[in-house]
């Protein structure tokens, strides 16, 4: 659920770009679809950051018409709702989440806010120039933020210290430091922080230095979550929850159909539902949905903190494959994420047994990197559903025969700032305003292609194995 720079290739290893392709033509490829049907369930959000959700609205409980249906009531919904408002204010737009807002990622995930898309972070592509406006375009969403944080009068917790990326081998130090160098003759303010700079600011010394990005940060995902629905409730968008729909009938006008047996007629559809969509059919081999798990500490004193040497307010993320990520919350908890994530066949959810042994994997590297902190319990953790493109690349755009289906989608872990960037772009297309966003390479970016069951597990299970060996 975290910012993940370093799985842009998590998974193709597994043989999922060139195989599946073959798999393609294979009958089973085809037919899996109808025979596993991926389940219409939300396991409800027991994280950390559940403990600031917003009171629920009331559900649907009438047939409605709409100019806009949103699904989905997190980042990439509510913002989409708030700038089509914004920008359309004539345009009846209702939010219908199956939950509460904020049950998904959106509200599960490990609060670094960072800059770039993964597949982009630290990383430059053959258009250098592109990827220097994918930085300014995200790293002044950042700065919304907390311009809209301030306007609705919610404290999101934003804080804006910079973010860190640990490198942990002498190669990952000799690539951050020719990007850092070729990023700065472009203008882009990141600096290479060596060993003893790195030391002084977040005490631990197991890391060989780090990347420092001055346009990071951390916030409080759930409160984001509540400057969204407020700011979209203010803009005049209506949101329902506790309103699952279970069915779609697409067309020029398109008709949703949820559980308790009400229809919405909308003549544009934003699908926002992140590592869910495609349990409605949408866009299933365009992605993988992937559970990574996140722990939280009882809260620190300030002399605690200082002893551990965490100087600095600055979350960070390391530079491996499987990767971790940390943070501190504003009265000094400290959360850690990452390690091994999970992929349960055809969408579905592990036992507690499975849980516990990622909390403990959390719970040995938490104490590796600080060993102060031994004996140290963890006093909730919780997991997550994030998803992951095969080369964390990601896509907004349009699809649907009449070109009135909009989506997010492949955030690939960097979607706590990424996700309202898209919400911006979803409701400029939806108003025919596509011609700014025309240069950059995720407006309706065709995504690798995933294999349906049982090759979808197959390959995952074959990539997870495969770097939990090589970095063993």
């Known amino acids: 659920m975290q910012e993940l720079s370093s799985r842009r290739r998590f998974l193709r290893k597994a043989g999922f770009a060139g195989g599946g392709a073959l798999l393609g033509s294979v009958g089973l490829n085809q037919i899996s679809p109808r025979i596993w049907r991926e389940p219409l369930v939300f ?9 600031s959700q917003p009171p629920q609205n009331p559900p649907l409980t009438d047939n409605i018409a709409a100019d806009v249906a949103v699904l989905g009531g997190g980042f990439t919904g509510l913002s989409a709702a708030y700038y089509i408002r914004s920008i359309s204010p004539h345009k009846r737009v209702v939010v219908l989440e199956a939950k509460g807002c904020g049950n998904g990622a959106s509200g599960r995930n490990g609060a670094m806010v960072l ?14 120039v592109i990827d220097k406006k994918i930085y300014g375009l995200t790293a002044e969403n950042i700065r919304e933020l907390s311009r809209l944080s301030d306007a609705t009068g919610i404290d999101c917790e934003l804080e804006t210290n910079g973010a860190l990326q640990v490198l942990v081998t002498s190669e990952d130090v000799r690539v951050a430091k020719a990007y850092v160098q070729e990023a700065r003759s472009l203008g882009m303010p990141v600096e290479f922080w060596d060993k003893q700079r790195l030391v002084s600011a977040i005490g631990t010394e197991v890391y060989e230095a780090g990347f420092f990005d001055p346009n990071g940060g951390h916030i409080h995902p759930m ?79 300030e002399q605690q903190l200082a002893e551990i040497g965490w100087r600095k307010r600055i979350p960070f ?11 501190l919350t504003q009265d000094n908890r400290i959360h850690i994420g990452g390690g091994s994530p999970s992929y349960f066949f055809n969408g579905g959810v592990g036992d507690a047994s499975d849980a516990a042994s990622h909390f403990a994997q959390l719970q ?23 998803d992951w493109s095969l080369d964390a690349s990601p896509s907004v755009g349009f699809t649907g025969r009449h070109r009135n289906i909009f989506y997010g989608l492949g955030y690939s872990g960097h979607g706590v700032n990424l996700t309202s960037v898209f919400g911006r772009i979803i409701a400029d297309l939806e108003a025919g305003r596509e011609e700014p966003w025309r ?19 197959l390959g995952a299970q074959s990539g997870l194995a495969w770097y939990r060996l090589t970095e063993s």
């Open 364 to 386: 040995r590297e938490l104490v590796r990197i600080y060993p102060r902190l031994a004996g140290v319990k963890f006093e909730i953790g919780w997991d997550g559903v994030v």
């Open 317 to 327: 993320n390391d530079s491996r494959t499987e990767v971790f990520y940390l943070g």
């Open 43 to 51: 396991e409800p959000n027991s994280s950390y950051w559940a403990r």
């Open 115 to 128: 800059t770039m898309t993964a597949e982009r972070y630290m990383h430059f592509s053959s258009a250098p």
């Open 223 to 301: 409160k984001l979550v509540h400057v969204f629905r407020a700011a979209a409730e203010n803009a005049g968008a209506e949101i329902y929850e506790n309103t699952t729909v279970a069915s779609i009938e697409e067309g020029r006008e398109h008709f949703l159909h949820t559980t308790d047996r009400y229809t919405i007629k909308a003549k544009s559809l934003v699908l926002a539902t992140n590592a869910f969509t495609s349990r409605l059919g949408f866009l299933r081999n365009s992605f993988v949905p992937v559970h990574e798990y996140v722990a939280v500490t009882q809260p620190f004193s």
């Open 439 to 457: 240069q950059y390479p995720f407006l309706n970016a065709g995504l690798e292609y995933v294999p349906n069951e049982p090759f979808r597990w």
